[in-house]
C-alpha cells in the first residue's frame, strides 16, 4: 500500500471523525486539518479507498502506551502481511 503525500484541500479524515460536524452541517474547524499524508489500500477487500493524515495524528498513531514506536510504514506492511486470499 503506498504513502503518498496528501493532496492540496484534502482534510486529516481522523480530526473529521473526532471533532464532526456542527448543528449547521459545517466541518469544526478543528476538523479542517490539512493532511499530511494519505494511505491507498492495494488489498482485495479494501482496494482503492483512501486514508489521509494530518502530522498530529500521525504522531498520535505511531505512538503506543507503552512507548513504543509503531510507524505507519510499518502499520501498513503489517496489515499487507495480514491479508489473507480466498482461493
Known amino acids: 500500500m503506498p504513502i ?10 481522523y480530526c473529521k471523525a473526532q471533532y464532526g460536524k456542527n448543528r449547521y452541517g459545517e466541518w469544526n474547524l478543528k476538523a479542517q486539518s490539512p493532511a499530511w499524508v494519505t494511505v491507498v489500500s492495494e488489498l482485495s477487500k479494501s482496494k482503492g479507498q483512501t486514508r489521509s493524515y494530518c502530522r498530529r495524528c500521525v504522531q498520535e498513531i505511531e505512538a503506543w502506551p507503552t512507548g513504543e514506536l509503531f ?8 496489515a499487507h502481511g495480514i491479508e489473507v486470499l480466498n482461493v
Not at 71 to 78: G, H, I, K, P
Open 4 to 13: 503518498v503525500k496528501a493532496a492540496s484541500g484534502v482534510w486529516c479524515d
Open 71 to 78: 510507524t505507519l510504514r510499518a502499520q501498513v506492511d503489517f
